[in-house]
């Protein structure tokens, strides 16, 4: 199975997109997160498909890093949404906006 | 001419110590004096001085066998471009001459002013004025040393200064007393001014002798003179005349004498030491210093002795008409200081320095004796106890009258001896030393100047009057007061100097007899190393048989018109049947005060007073001070903080100020607090370098 390298970048990108749109449309705190988890994967593919194209295996060892670390910001990330929802009763994003100037 | 100290076998470097020892003495005092009290401090001043006087003795032997003298560098004290002035001792035989009468007259006065200071603490009632008078004392001796060993005229204008300055404290040393409880302070300030002015002249000397002969010095300032003194002569003529200036102000000549009456508000010993002896001598020694530069001014030294002999005369008449037994000394004392002016004037040093030194002993032998029997009238008044002294008129009793004295003779025996001798010395009796010094004057000035010599005589003559009418009037007939009745003679701390002083009046003509006898010219020899070649005093028998017996005259004027008995107060004095008008000038010292009070003293002070209300209040300080400056800094003071400070300075601050907090304002809507906003904002921020990136 020989899938062209055009096609996983296309993808990848309409992944990012579809992440980059969540982000900025969704108010629910768990569905930006996976916005952003589905942006962070996009690249990963991103990677991925420009290592295989360049016979390279550093850019696949990269994006275990980047799974790894991944991990550890989603650890983080629902801790920071479990603590909004303890202190809001709500993970609407929109409720935290005490930095407003 | 200029030779090292060595020369004089060391002895002159302990010329310094003339000076060192009265400061010594009075710094001691000064830190001890008032807590060991009375007797402490009349041992070490009088020691001091005593020493001093050794000191002196000291050079005098050096300068047997260097009769031409040593300068002793001190210390270097001004250097200002060609202006370098060293303070250096000048030891030579004038000099050390000064330093023996000053030294010696002032060690005896030193041990009488122990006496007579202890009777004045009793009646002041504070034993701290005892240390204070003895300190004042000794500076006066140290300032008149640093006088007389100047080798510079700053150095002899310093000492000037500090005599004057010790006169003015020791004049006013009863400050509480006097005519209105402010009359001796006013006295000290009338000498210090007096003195001022004749300073004034004095220094103005020393500016023009800088300025013709670039140095102050005198060995140089004299031999620069004859060398180029006879091309300049205004000049030399104006330096002397300015000199004679300083002179008449220090030695109470005619205009300035006016001070030294006055001065007799001080207490006694001082009146003795400064103001007969010793300080009124200094400008006859200055004069006698600068003799080079009067021989290179004929036309002043005439005037010199013009002056001289015009006082002479003036102040003898003055003294007939007085009766403060003080004030008749001190008009006597100018009247003597006029004679060695007189003498300096004619060229005759020798002669003016003889009187000089015949004068020191015999006016303070006069006044410390005058001073011992005002202790004996006061003394008697206190015996004389209260219900007496409160029955007389509202008048304080004045122990200085002569009219509350007589019959001391009987009451007062030691002391009337050595009045008598120094009265007889005064109106130059043989053998006693005032008929050798006058003599010579007068044999001088017959010589030199006959119109002067006639001056002189009839001084002389009244100078005999005088003495015999306070010798009658103090001493013989009957005790005119209660007082006097009662007065007791003083202890021998008191007589003492008296006789020593007696003696050195008595032999003092053995200084300088008159050729023909042995030993003759004894002080001419001595100054001629100082003052060069100078003629010796002629004896002339017709000058001496003359003046001899016009003070026989006198005397016998004085027995006629008061032996038969002097007047007590109120009564009018037998003089003054005699000469009517005239006696109430003399008595009124011719309204010369007055004189001054309206000539000087009244347009000086309205003078000052308009420059003080007027220029200096009115116009100065309301005027100029007031309206112009302070309200013209007012003016642009208030500017500054209204029109400068604050619309621009703070302004701008405040003007930067808002901005910001607009700027702030405007930023702080961006700062939305919705997370979502962030993300779009990074989104755009990314999209816009990616581009940049992939587009530019």
């Known amino acids: ?101 | 001419m200029f030779l090292e100290t060595e020369a004089g076998g060391g002895l002159f470097a302990l010329a310094p110590w003339v000076i060192f020892l009265p400061v010594l003495g009075l710094l001691v005092n000064l830190a001890f004096g008032r807590r060991l009290g009375e007797r402490f401090t009349g041992i070490v001043a009088s020691s001091a001085i005593g020493l001093a006087f050794g000191v002196a003795l000291t050079q005098f032997f050096a300068l047997q066998g260097h009769p031409e003298g040593a300068t002793v560098p001190l210390v270097d004290w001004i250097t200002i471009g060609s202006l370098s002035v060293g303070w250096s001792l000048k030891v030579d035989t004038l000099s050390t001459t000064m330093m023996l009468m000053v030294s010696g007259v002032s060690t005896l006065i030193h041990i009488y002013a122990v006496g007579y200071m202890h009777e004045d603490v009793r009646h002041n009632d504070d034993p701290g004025r005892f240390t204070r008078f003895f300190v004042y004392f000794n500076l006066f001796v140290a300032s008149m040393m640093v006088l007389v060993t100047g080798d510079s005229f700053l150095t002899l204008f310093v000492g000037w200064e500090g005599v004057g300055l010790c006169s003015y404290l020791l004049i006013g040393f009863w400050y509480e007393k006097g005519k209105d409880g402010i009359g001796n302070a006013l006295a000290g300030k009338k000498a210090f001014i007096t003195n001022r002015v004749g300073d004034f002249g004095f220094l103005i000397a020393m500016f023009l002798t800088f300025g013709a002969f670039g140095s102050l010095q005198f060995d140089e300032v004299f031999a620069r003179a004859e060398e180029i003194g006879p091309a300049m002569g205004g000049v030399v003529t104006a330096i002397t005349l300015f000199l004679l200036v300083g002179a008449t102000g220090k030695s109470a000549q005619l205009p300035l004498y006016v001070w030294l009456p006055d001065a007799m508000a001080g207490p006694t010993p001082v009146s003795a030491l400064i103001h007969a002896a010793t300080m009124v001598t200094a400008g006859i020694y200055m004069i006698a210093r600068t003799h080079v530069l009067f021989a290179l001014a004929p036309a002043s030294a005439n005037l010199v002795a013009w002056v001289g002999g015009l006082t002479a005369l003036f102040a003898a008449t003055i003294a007939v008409g007085q009766y403060d037994i003080k004030k008749v000394l001190a008009y006597s004392t100018i009247s003597q200081l006029g004679f060695m002016v007189a003498a300096v004037g004619l060229g005759a040093y020798v002669a003016g320095m003889f009187h000089l030194l015949t004068h020191a002993f015999f006016k303070a032998l006069l006044f410390l004796s005058a001073g011992s029997v005002i202790l004996g009238i006061e003394g008697g008044h206190h015996r004389q106890g209260h219900h007496a002294a409160h029955a007389a008129h509202g008048e304080p009793f004045d122990p200085q009258d002569m009219r509350n004295m007589g019959g001391l003779r009987e009451r007062m025996p030691t002391t009337f001896l050595v009045y008598l001798v120094g009265a007889l010395a005064l109106a130059g009796i043989p053998p006693l030393a005032g008929f050798f010094s006058k003599d010579e004057i007068l044999a001088d000035a017959s010589r030199v100047n006959p119109a002067i010599y006639a001056l002189l005589t009839a001084a002389a003559f009244l100078t005999a009057f005088y003495m015999g009418r306070q010798l009658l009037m103090v001493f013989f007939g009957p005790a005119r007061t209660e007082a006097a009745a009662k007065a007791p003679e003083n202890p021998p701390i008191i007589t003492f100097p008296l006789i020593a002083l007696a003696v050195l009046a008595a032999l003092g003509g053995l200084l300088n007899l008159p050729a023909g006898l042995p030993a003759a010219h004894g002080l001419t020899l001595w100054l001629e190393h100082t003052l060069g070649e100078v003629h010796p005093g002629e004896f002339v028998t017709l000058v001496a048989l003359v003046s001899t017996g016009l003070a026989l005259v006198g005397l016998a004027a004085a027995w006629l018109t008061y032996g038969r008995g002097s007047p007590a107060l109120g009564q009018p004095d037998p003089l003054k049947r005699v000469l009517g008008p005239i006696f109430v000038a003399l008595e009124n010292k011719y309204w010369v005060d007055e004189l001054y009070g309206i000539l000087v003293v009244r347009p000086y002070t309205a003078l000052s007073r308009f420059l003080a209300e007027v220029v200096e209040w009115r116009w100065w300080h309301d005027g100029f001070h007031d309206a112009v400056l302070a309200r013209g800094f007012r003016g642009v003071t208030r500017w500054l903080a209204w029109g400068f400070d604050l619309p621009v300075i703070d302004g701008a601050a405040n003007r930067l100020a808002t901005w910001t907090q607009q700027a702030a304002g405007l930023l702080r809507r961006v700062q939305t607090g919705y997370v979502r906003n962030y993300a779009l904002s990074v989104l755009i921020g990314l999209v816009l370098f990616l581009s940049y990136i992939l587009f530019a």
Request: charged letters at 15%.
């Open chain 1, 1 to 101: 199975m020989n899938v062209p390298n055009d096609y996983l970048l296309a993808l990848s990108a309409v992944l990012f997109a579809l992440g980059i749109v969540g982000v900025l449309v969704r108010r629910n705190a768990i569905v930006v997160f996976m916005s952003i988890e589905l942006m962070l994967n996009a690249a990963n593919l991103a990677l991925i498909s420009f290592a295989r194209e360049s016979q390279d295996l550093i850019g696949q060892v990269f994006v275990f890093f980047i799974i790894a670390v991944a991990a550890a910001e989603v650890a983080v990330g629902l801790a920071l949404i479990v603590a909004i929802f303890k202190t809001k009763h709500s993970i609407d994003i929109d409720q935290v906006s005490g930095l407003r100037g």
